[in-house]
């Protein structure tokens, strides 16, 4: 056995749709693929409007650009982040020259430390950029609640959490706007790729512009008269109207999607039932692993071991290496120990992020994990613990 961290994840059917896609168009820059596979994310994900990006990072980056001169934030303004997450979810607020805002998680379901949230709060903050961690959809009512009546919008990084629910509404559509990453590692996949969804139309139209150059042919069709009058003295197809980015991705990765996306619910069943069973393994262990708490509506994106010794964590992490089982840090794990992080290194107590990185680790999950895997785990947690 050789369990990694990920798979190859395209199947002969992705190839198939590629390879016939590519026999027949005669375009592949960003075009009709992108719209369908754009079309029918807004679908699955049940929202009006999405942009398919060459990243996750990508998509972050548009966002929090798009939000600052839609929202008129300035620079200094505050963004709350958590402590564990991916590293471009806090690199565009710092890159858009806002200040991020650390706030600690709760190791055990992966949300925010709502004591903190609300303790750092303050008359700048203008947005909480929410990271819906490993899957577990983080706690919208706690964080609504820490908002309060407030003018603060919240932002939702579905990255590594496609599908994750609460009360049955699919994560991404309780925010202003969401991200997605489509990279190899995540529970679909178009190699590279990322998406930006809203319901607001103006926010879509930003982050269409800022996706390719800042360039106003990029709008719908519908706005493309009323800037032509506008500005009738330079050449519409090369009129700027704010800054951008080249952030576009191609019709190659575009038709991965397309056909990525019809097995997404079938491959969230599984990695959601290779984290029940996980659990059930860790159950009896107890007393020397944190047994974590998913809240209701999860779409298993790992699975975490958080111990309670760091003596422990490290000599479990090298059976399961001797065994041919991949692992890595919880993400990043603490991002305050970042070198790029270190002036925030002081501004928050991050116990729980601290916890995480030095006890903590996970292990694979996708389609590929099953109950041979998962009994050969059990077989070697019985050996190395004695019961
Ligand atoms: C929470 C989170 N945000 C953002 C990203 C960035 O996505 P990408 O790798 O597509 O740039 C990732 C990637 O793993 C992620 O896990």
Redesign the pocket.
Known sequence: MFWKLQEDILDQDDIGYLVDFIKTTKRFTQFTKVREFEEVWSKWQGCKYSVYVN??????LILISAMKELYGWRDNDEVIVPTV?????ISPVMQMGLKPVFVDINPLNFSFDFDQLKERITDRTKAIFV???LGFPSGIEGIKKAVAERDIKILE?????HGAHIDGVKIGNFGVGS?F???W??HMTTV???MICTEREDLYNLCVLKRSHGLARELPQKHHDAYRKQYPDIDFNFLFLTDGFNFRNTELHAALGITQITKLDGYIKIRNKNFSDFLRICDKYDDVLDILQPPEGMSS?SLPFIFKSKEMKRRFQAELAGNRIESRPI?SGNLLNQPFLRAYKNTCKATSAELVDKNGFYIGNNQFVNSEKLDALEDIMKKFFGR
């Open positions: 990243s996750g990072s990508s998509a972050n997450t991916w590293v471009t979810n990271t819906h961690l990084d579905c990255c590594e959490s991200t990453s489509f990279y590692g995540h590279e790729g990322g994106f993400i």
